[in-house]
Antibody, heavy 116, light 112 residues
Framework: QVQLKESGPGLVQPSETLSLTCTVS????????VSWVRQPSGKGPEWMGR???????AYNSALKSRLSISRDTSKNQVFLKMNSLQTDDTGTYYC??????????WGQGVMVTVSS | DVVMTQTPVSLSVSLGGQVSISCRSS???????????LSWYLQKPGQSPQLLIY???NRFSGISDRFSGSGSGTDFTLKISRVEPDDLGVYYC?????????FGAGTKLELK
């Protein structure tokens, strides 16, 4: 069955770099794309960027200068790195499987707080 | 960026009742390939969003036929009939046609 699970630190200092890992099972990263989506508490989701099944990437232009998405297909993992974190980057970060222009499966999410 | 506007912000319903949620996009969601990538998601309290409807009107695997999606271009609607307790939460529309993909701010469905 399709599963995605995010992992990473729950607390990040302002101006530091966030590193998250999405570990997937039940599908291949060379057949499906994976996105990162974040959601501040009480607000709608925000699409951050995508690792395409062919290894290409796409980013939200609002985050592009700070964001990098990569993968290790042998480990079934997709990585997110975002630098220069500020307090408004606080929220829950999800990885999702993308297909047919939608996100059909979502991970459980990881709560990230940016605070000193 | 494509702005997704959902109305109403919140909705009260009696169990067994019917509700409609509107989602309007600031630009047409018809892709160059002819598909319209408009989806609906439900986020139950304390959970991740889950896919209900994709490409305007297609129900995702395991989703009840009490949920139906319709619309075209920039104007879309989600209808829920015979509302059950498990339907309560926040509904989001989202578009996958243009970069960046964007979501609405949500409609909270509560019990009357």
């Amino acid at each position: 069955q399709v599963q995605l699970k995010e992992s990473g630190p729950g607390l990040v200092q302002p101006s530091e770099t966030l590193s998250l890992t999405c570990t997937v099972s039940g599908f291949s990263l060379t057949s499906y794309s994976v996105s990162w989506v974040r959601q501040p508490s009480g607000k709608g989701p925000e699409w951050m960027g995508r690792m395409w099944y062919d290894g290409d990437t796409a980013y939200n232009s609002a985050l592009k200068s700070r964001l990098s998405i990569s993968r290790d297909t042998s480990k079934n993992q997709v990585f997110l790195k975002m630098n220069s974190l500020q307090t408004d980057d606080t929220g829950t970060y999800y990885c999702t499987r993308d297909t047919m222009g939608t996100r059909d499966y979502w991970g459980q999410g990881v709560m990230v707080t940016v605070s000193s | 960026d494509v702005v997704m506007t959902q109305t109403p912000v919140s909705l009260s319903v009696s169990l067994g009742g019917q509700v409609s949620i509107s989602c309007r996009s600031s630009q047409s969601l018809v892709h160059n390939n002819g598909n319209t990538y408009l989806s609906w998601y439900l986020q139950k309290p304390g959970q991740s969003p889950q896919l209900l409807i994709y490409k305007v009107s297609n129900r995702f695997s395991g989703i009840s036929d009490r949920f139906s999606g319709s619309g075209s271009g920039t104007d879309f609607t989600l209808k829920i009939s015979r509302v059950e307790p498990d339907d309560l939460g926040v509904y989001y529309c989202g578009q996958g046609t243009q970069y960046p993909n964007t979501f609405g701010a949500g409609t909270k469905l509560e019990l009357k």
